[in-house]
């Protein structure tokens, strides 16, 4: 970053596009602490990074692959200090949920939950997608195929599915 105007037309970019940065982190890191620690790495690594910005391109979409990388990198590291949460835990856990806690938001949780244990690239994917991001933009902030997108996306939909439907039963 040459100038003081650069710097600031940057930190506001980042800051108009804060929600990707919050979202990853949700998706990657269970504790507050890990989440703010996520973050600023995301951050350091997307200023370190700046130079490498091609206006001709989205800012979300170059932000986007900046930060998955920088969460899957953070993710595959702290791996195995952190014990997951196995879905027996959890699930006692929300069986007498708040009186407050309407049916969709439980499940809003399941489906956190579904997609904190998948796989980080999954993850990443399912990630994108619910954030409505076309299978081309999602192909090119992950670097992968628009048609392995689709496949990849299609079968992630399936295996939720049918976890949720074990639940049904």
Known sequence: MNTTQQKQAFLGLIEQNKGI???????YCSHKADREDLAQ??????WKSGHTFNSDYRFSTWMYRIALNVAISHFRK???ETKPITLSEWHIEIEDPPETSSEKEKQLQLLQLFISQMKELDKALMLLWLESKSYSEISEIVGITETNVATKLSRLKEKLKQQFAQLQL
């Open 78 to 80: 702290n791996k195995s």
């Open 41 to 46: 790495e995301i951050i350091y690594q997307l």
């Open 21 to 27: 940065i919050i979202k990853i982190c949700n998706s």
